[in-house]
């Protein structure tokens, strides 16, 4: 058996800024959930064979950019997890970038990638300039909370961070900032999305990507494309009224493809072919 990409209708995100003559590509990863041993499940999943297969995708998906894991890398935060996903993610680490969810350990991400990380406010944050656009990660995790903040100390990183450039910005970080219409995870958004939000619209922001609610969304942040991702590991039941309902338990990923001034978005996922 093989393994071929499937994927959903692209999605063209709509700008204003003209003249970018750049383009790249960009693969999102989210919501992995791996264990600190590889045989282990976590949400009765199979997390570090589905891992595997939405690594296979990414090898295909070459060439891109970045890759980007915005959140719950590690289900229990264990440290041999990061290591693990370190080990995973060596052939391509000049590429990756990182932020933590709420499952996260933040100081035992930290002391894995570290190389890999910018501090913003005693956060784990990243920069990088792509294809004509500043990407930026936000720390959302609040220690003891399932819920997503991004605090008056990241906010002031951020307006330093966006006013040092003039390239349009793509954003990600791994808490919902508006509800996406499943109740128990509509609990999560950031506490502080209307004070992100006031100091987004003030900034060229093309696109805002985040994780945490294992399922598609897309919809608007700040006048910005916004988009919601699904898990390497399981999927969860669109508005189910049923907390932790799972839909699927199969791999998915997000490609951001930048070209001739369009932003286009896709969800790619395996599908087996005889
Ligand atoms: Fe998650
Ligand atoms: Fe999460």
């Given at each position: 058996m093989t393994s071929r990409v499937s994927q959903t209708a692209e999605q063209t995100c709509p700008t204003?800024?003209?003249?970018?003559?750049d383009s790249g590509r960009i693969i999102q990863l989210t919501?992995?959930?791996?264990?600190?041993?590889?045989?282990r499940r976590a949400w009765g999943t199979d997390v570090w064979p589905n891992f595997e297969r939405a690594l296979e995708l990414v090898r295909q998906l070459e060439p891109f950019d970045a890759l980007v894991l915005s959140g719950d890398l590690a289900n229990t935060g264990r440290l041999r997890a990061y290591e693990f996903l370190r080990e995973a993610l060596e052939p391509w680490i000049d590429r990756v970038h990182v932020v933590p969810g709420n499952h996260d350990n933040r100081r035992k991400l930290r002391r894995v990638f570290r190389d890999l990380c910018v501090d913003g406010a005693g956060t784990v944050n990243f920069v990088a300039n792509v294809a004509g656009h500043r990407l930026i990660g936000l720390d959302s995790k609040r220690w003891f909370r399932v819920h997503g903040m991004v605090g008056k100390r990241q906010l002031a990183w951020l307006r330093r961070t966006l006013e040092s450039s003039a390239l349009p910005a793509l954003l990600f970080w791994h808490?919902?900032?508006?509800?996406?219409?499943t109740w128990w995870l509509d609990?999560?958004?950031?506490?502080d999305a209307h004070e992100l939000e006031a100091l987004l619209r003030s900034h060229p922001v093309r696109g805002v990507f985040f994780g945490h609610v294992h399922q598609v969304w897309s919809g608007t942040f700040a006048e910005a494309c916004a988009y919601g991702s699904p898990s390497t590991a399981y999927q969860f039941r669109p508005g189910?009224?049923?907390?932790?309902?799972?839909?699927v338990r199969d791999t998915a990923l997000r490609v951001i493809d930048i070209a001739d001034d369009t932003l286009t978005t896709r969800i790619v996922t395996p599908s087996t072919s005889e």
């Open positions: 204003d800024s003209s003249g970018l003559a919501d992995l959930h791996l264990t600190g041993t590889k045989t808490h919902p900032p508006r509800p996406v219409g609990r999560d958004v950031l506490r189910s009224m049923r907390p932790g309902a799972v839909a």
